[in-house]
């Protein structure tokens, strides 16, 4: 399932499911290059852009209104969903748009919306996070995470094997259900627990894992997520905001990382 721009507009909400991404995932394109500064015709389509989108929902929260890359019309980010507003603000379309040229979905290029992605994952301090990694990684993953969802469980027994591959993962917190749910209260025990990579293991085991509480990070990565867009676990980034998609083998991960970094060693931090 995934959360369109048209829910956030008329204030749905969709439940998230347990995710395995697409086997045949098309490369990304290259980020576009920034175009300069922002004209007196720019900054008019984004106003006439944002004053449409208030009027359809004045407690909409637009994260970005940045160039498109058609011709008159502006990108829109809200919610981590990307739409297109044409610059009169007569039309909204959300969906794939395909580069016929490059054959390539145009939102997953986006420059701003990589950097929309890596600056909120960024806002996640690294020691709130539960850090599965080899000594020297060559990639490293942000996975949003569920201790119930089949396909988390899954990608987590095989944690040993990601990190043969060269691959850190590191997991934050997407209790699919919701907050104030049973398995919220069992993500809080997780990252609670003294030592949170063994009670993340055992959680995802059907072992039990004692209840505990603390100032933790659980709602707040929670938020993150649902900011980014995130309709099912585990939800996968790239270091560069690229979304990956669901589960992924480890050898599969690391071709596409592979794939993403154009054969080259990157992708770290």
Known sequence: MKRMLLT????????AACAQAPQTPATAAKPAAATGPATAADKAAEAQVRKVLKELNPELKIDYIGAAPMPGFREVIVGGQVAYVSDDGK???????????TRRD???????LRRYRTDLIDSVPHSQRIVFAPPNPKYTI????DIECGYCRKLHSQIAEYNRQGIAVEYLAFPRMGLGTKD????????CAADPKRALTDAKADRPVPARTCNNPVATEYEVGQRLGISGTPAIFTAEGVQIGGYLSPTQMRARLDELAGGKAGGGR
């Open 91 to 101: 039309y909204l379309m959300q969906g794939v748009v395909l580069d016929v040229a």
């Open 8 to 15: 956030a507009l008329i204030g749905g909400l969709s439940l």
């Open 142 to 145: 942000s996975v949003f995470t």
């Open 184 to 191: 919220h209260k069992d993500m809080v025990s997780v990252w």
């Open 106 to 112: 145009v939102a997953e290029a986006s420059a701003g």
